[in-house]
């Protein structure tokens, strides 16, 4: 708790009762841009596209609320009322963030106010597999399909954009894939996520350590972190292979003492890909939908003109035939 589905669960039903439908497409986009640099981090290293300490680092500064703010501005120029709609991506990625600050999360937390403020934020209120993770996903499942012909009828997207947003839309979305570039060696230098301590490897021993929800192998007594090394531990461990999250001390560059341990479900990820998934094919509707709701009425125009442009000559008298002489001075062969 929450996955992608409970930030709806959460999110939608509020902004329903204090604003009104109009609103909904916009919160189910404020809902996940928070996660987009969770995608980009999963899609590059599953790619092998970059560096994984790098890309780490890049996209824990790009889910800060200035950067999320650049891409709901980068949205919002292309929308038919571009402050309306910045104020509510804007805010449900607030949202967003202040309720993934309530999760006990081991090596974790929110980079609110990134670049400005390096702090991670943790109230530490909610366990991440809470009991209530499960009924809050179901619950945002069913409120994002019994949403879902509302938001498609709702027009959101500007139907004619000026030079001017054009520009101002570029320069957002330069600014939010290349801003965090410039800060990655500031965000590596406090150690979050013990990247710095991680990438060090030489200097790692007597070094504590925590990992969060890293694949675990039972029978090799190992974790594998997110670039994909393989790391063994030693002391207290689970039972069984699973999502485990560690706190330790290393004894080696590739040996971690284990002090304590969390085991956690494997529901939580695929609920927020589900959720992802059905975000990102509901705004793709939104976009495409309109362009062919215009064919119908483009069709019958073309009809229209097609009969405009027909023979009006006035209808032949009653019992002529167009063409009978025709067909007198040809008699039809036996």
């Known amino acids: 708790m929450p996955n992608t589905l409970c930030h709806i669960a959460l999110q939608m039903p509020a902004h329903r009762a204090a604003f009104s439908d109009k609103v909904l497409p916009w919160v189910v986009a404020g809902c996940i841009i928070p996660d987009i640099p969770w995608i ?77 403020d390096w702090s991670a934020w943790q109230f530490n209120l909610f366990d991440i597999d809470h009991p209530l993770g499960i009924p809050l996903t179901i619950a945002g499942l069913i409120t994002l399909l019994w949403s879902w012909p509302t938001i498609l009828r709702r027009q959101i997207w500007a139907a004619t954009t000026n030079p001017g947003r054009i520009v101002a839309a570029v320069i957002c979305i330069l600014l939010y894939l290349t801003g965090p570039l410039f800060f990655l060696d500031v965000l590596e230098q406090t150690d979050f996520h013990f990247l710095h301590t991680l990438k060090n490897k030489a200097a790692r021993p007597g070094k504590y350590i925590e990992f969060d929800r890293v694949a675990y192998d039972r029978a090799a007594a190992t974790v594998t972190i997110f670039s994909g090394e393989t790391i063994r531990l030693e002391g207290a461990m689970p039972d069984s292979s699973g999502s485990v999250s560690i706190r330790g001390r290393f004894v080696s560059p590739d040996n971690v003492a284990v002090a304590d341990y969390r085991m956690h479900s494997r529901f939580r990820d695929p609920a927020s890909m589900l959720g992802i998934f059905l975000a990102c094919v509901l705004t793709l509707q939104t976009i495409i939908l309109p362009l062919y709701s215009h064919l119908p009425s483009q069709t019958k125009d073309a009809t229209h003109e097609d009969d405009d442009q027909s023979d009006h000559s006035p209808p032949s008298p009653p019992g002529e035939q167009p063409g009978a002489d025709d067909r007198n001075d040809h008699p039809q062969s036996p």
């Open 40 to 116: 980009l981090l999963r899609t590059s290293l599953a790619l092998d596209l970059a560096a994984p300490y790098t890309v780490r680092l890049y996209t824990t500064i790009q889910a800060s609320l200035l950067f999320c703010a650049l891409f709901s501005a980068f949205l919002a120029q292309l929308s038919r009322h571009p402050a309306a709609t910045f104020a509510i991506l804007t805010g449900n990625s607030l949202l967003h963030l202040l309720l993934d600050a309530t999760q006990v999360k081991w090596a974790n937390g929110v980079h609110l106010l990134a670049p400005f």
